[in-house]
């Protein structure tokens, strides 16, 4: 967990106000008190994360069976989220993680069901598109595909001992950034 910047705090203050006020009008929040979720603490997660895009973390201690709002510790977002580019996309973030904050640990079809009420407009891609960014600005290497002009950003080299995905043709290692 990051400290947020004065910027960065207030981007997701902004988030948050948002979100809830949305979740609000929601129908599968009306029997919820979407409005405590406004007493958890949000933070940012290391800038050079490229998996995670948000993260509920639990205090020590907490019972897992009966989880609560008061349960959780803080929710962390990917600073890369607080850009104007991902704004609709942080947004849906958001109401992931306070899915969670609500009680609703596992990935299972009811989170699913609420996470897909959500009313913005989210590309099925916004995930994916968010992590290939991330690992595109972290890479000091593309392994590039000469058969099928893929390339995959990573932080160490190949060494020519990985295939295409697609073609199974070997990787040639191309440095991006200076070590």
């Not at 849906?92 to 990935?107: D, K, Q, S």
């Given at each position: 967990?990051?400290?947020?910047?004065?910027?960065?705090?207030?981007?997701?203050?902004?988030?948050?106000?948002?979100?809830?006020?949305?979740?609000?009008?929601?129908?599968?929040?009306?029997?919820?008190?979407?409005?405590?979720?406004?007493?958890?603490?949000?933070?940012?997660?290391?800038?050079?994360?490229?998996?995670?895009?948000?993260?509920?973390?639990?205090?020590?201690?907490?019972?897992?069976?009966?989880l609560?709002?008061?349960?959780?510790?803080?929710?962390?977002?990917?600073?890369?989220?607080?850009?104007?580019?991902?704004?609709?996309?942080?947004?849906?973030?958001?109401?992931?993680?306070?899915?969670?904050?609500?009680?609703?640990?596992?990935?299972?079809s009811?989170?699913?069901?609420?996470?897909?009420?959500?009313?913005?407009?989210?590309n099925?891609?916004?995930g994916?598109?968010?992590?290939?960014?991330?690992?595109?600005?972290?890479?000091?290497?593309?392994?590039?595909?000469?058969?099928?002009?893929?390339?995959?950003?990573?932080?160490?080299r190949?060494?020519?001992?990985?295939?295409?995905r697609?073609c199974s043709?070997?990787?040639?290692?191309?440095?991006?950034?200076p070590?």
């Amino acid at each position: 967990m990051a400290k947020a910047n004065g910027i960065a705090y207030a981007a997701l203050l902004q988030l948050r106000d948002d979100v809830i006020h949305i979740m609000k009008d929601m129908p599968a929040w009306q029997n919820e008190d979407v409005e405590t979720l406004a007493e958890i603490p949000l933070g940012v997660l290391r800038r050079n994360a490229t998996q995670r895009h948000g993260v509920t973390r639990w205090k020590r201690g907490a019972n897992l069976n009966t989880l609560t709002v008061f349960d959780v510790e803080v929710i962390d977002l990917h600073p890369s989220l607080l850009l104007d580019e991902w704004k609709a996309y942080a947004a849906f973030v958001l109401h992931h993680e306070y899915i969670h904050a609500l009680g609703w640990r596992a990935h299972d079809s009811i989170f699913r069901a609420l996470e897909s009420s959500w009313p913005g407009t989210i590309n099925v891609l916004d995930g994916p598109n968010f992590t290939d960014s991330l690992r595109l600005a972290n890479a000091k290497w593309l392994w590039i595909c000469k058969t099928c002009d893929k390339s995959y950003p990573r932080q160490k080299r190949g060494n020519r001992n990985y295939k295409c995905r697609h073609c199974s043709t070997i990787l040639i290692d191309q440095r991006v950034q200076p070590e």
